[in-house]
């Protein structure tokens, strides 16, 4: 299986570097990363799908997603992500000073700076779904709809919370927003509780992601 799975990433970087023609080191280094990440994503959908088959469980009985009070949930998901932005911001300066007193050079994320200085549409616009779209439907699956709940129902509701919101923040492999996302991985996990409705937390992480995602479009507009 982990040999089908090198396979079939490698023939998938190799066809989209040809489909978008992209020459150079930092071309290939992207569509590689894409395809890489768009098959984990492929790939934890794939076994969610199978322990809920296992567990003789439907989705929608599984993360809430038939929940009565659904319009709620999505209200509520709108105002976090919204007042999440600014103090995510004070957050992400406060790591940067951080960072800046421990004599550390705070850098942007791969992604923001393929945004913010790349001149190819099709790059960003396959940011833009990542972020957006496919991101935060499979890392609400990941973290609040599967793992939170496990460690939870083990007896471990503490654990469950500061595990899964450390763990969320570590896999952006990003230091200066490692706070940030620590937090904002709370708040998410605090919406699900609350909603019952994993539908919740993903509209917020996509509208937070996506204001994120404006922004840095802004930003290279201006600069």
Request: proline content about 4%; overall charge positive.
């Amino acid at each position: 299986a982990l040999l089908m799975g090198l396979g079939c990433l490698g023939l998938a970087a190799y066809g989209l570097d040809k489909w978008f023609g992209l020459e150079g080191s930092d071309g290939r280094r992207f569509v590689i990363s894409m395809a890489s990440t768009f098959m984990f994503q492929g790939l934890v959908l794939v076994l969610v799908q199978r322990f809920l088959r296992e567990n003789q469980l439907a989705w929608s009985a599984a993360f809430g997603l038939r929940h009565p009070r659904w319009g709620r949930a999505l209200a509520l998901a709108v105002g976090a992500a919204i007042l999440t932005v600014p103090v995510n911001m004070s957050l992400m300066w406060l790591s940067q000073r951080l960072m800046e007193w421990q004599s550390l050079e705070p850098v942007a994320q791969r992604a923001v700076e393929v945004v913010q200085t790349s001149t190819r549409v099709d790059q960003k616009v396959l940011l833009g779904c990542l972020a957006i779209v496919t991101a935060p439907v499979v890392e609400e699956l990941l973290f609040r709809g599967i793992f939170y709940p496990a460690i939870k129902q083990a007896g471990y509701p503490r654990l469950a919370l500061w595990s899964t919101a450390l763990v969320f923040a570590a896999t952006h492999a990003h230091l200066p927003t490692f706070l940030p996302l620590t937090f904002f991985a709370l708040v998410l996990t605090f919406l699900y509780e609350y909603t019952e409705n994993l539908l919740a937390p993903i509209v917020a992480h996509s509208l937070f992601n996506s204001i994120n995602y404006l922004w840095a479009l802004l930003a290279s507009q201006v600069s």
